[in-house]
């Protein structure tokens, strides 16, 4: 089992920042890919952001590139999403979640990960 938890959500401006965290414990982080999802209300959730084992290989979708990275450390088990220039459509609850696979192409669908977080909401007011 691998316990997940969330941090750092919260009320911001268009423009602004905020930068999410999840703590991980129970089996070993740096076994596991991280991603982040979100869902809006209404929606399906969706793949945000992935980090692999080692840390050095990140994948985004589209329309966060350049805008959110995301961070991770083995020795913390921690990982992070910072988020830049935040619009009114990035308002969703935002979940961290493990996945113990190595294909690059699971790392998109929820359904490939083991593991998820609570979520913590994100909201950005225009």
């Known amino acids: 089992q691998v316990q997940l938890v969330e941090s750092g959500g919260g009320l911001v401006q268009a423009g602004g920042s905020l930068r999410l965290s999840c703590a991980a414990s129970?089996?070993?982080?740096?076994?596991?890919?991280m991603g982040w999802f979100r869902q809006a209300p209404g929606k399906e959730r969706e793949f945000v952001a992935v980090i692999k084992q080692s840390g050095r290989d990140a994948y985004y979708l589209d329309s966060m590139k350049g805008r959110f990275t995301i961070s991770r450390d083995n020795a913390k088990n921690t990982v992070s999403l910072q988020m830049n220039s935040l619009k009114p459509e990035d308002t969703a609850v935002y979940y961290c979640?493990?996945?113990?696979?190595?294909?690059?192409?699971?790392?998109?669908?929820?359904?490939?990960?083991?593991?998820w977080g609570q979520g913590t909401q994100v909201t950005v007011s225009s």
């Open positions: 129970g089996r070993t982080f740096s076994n596991y890919a």
């Open positions: 979640a493990a996945s113990s696979s190595d294909v690059i192409s699971d790392y998109y669908f929820s359904f490939k990960y083991d593991y």
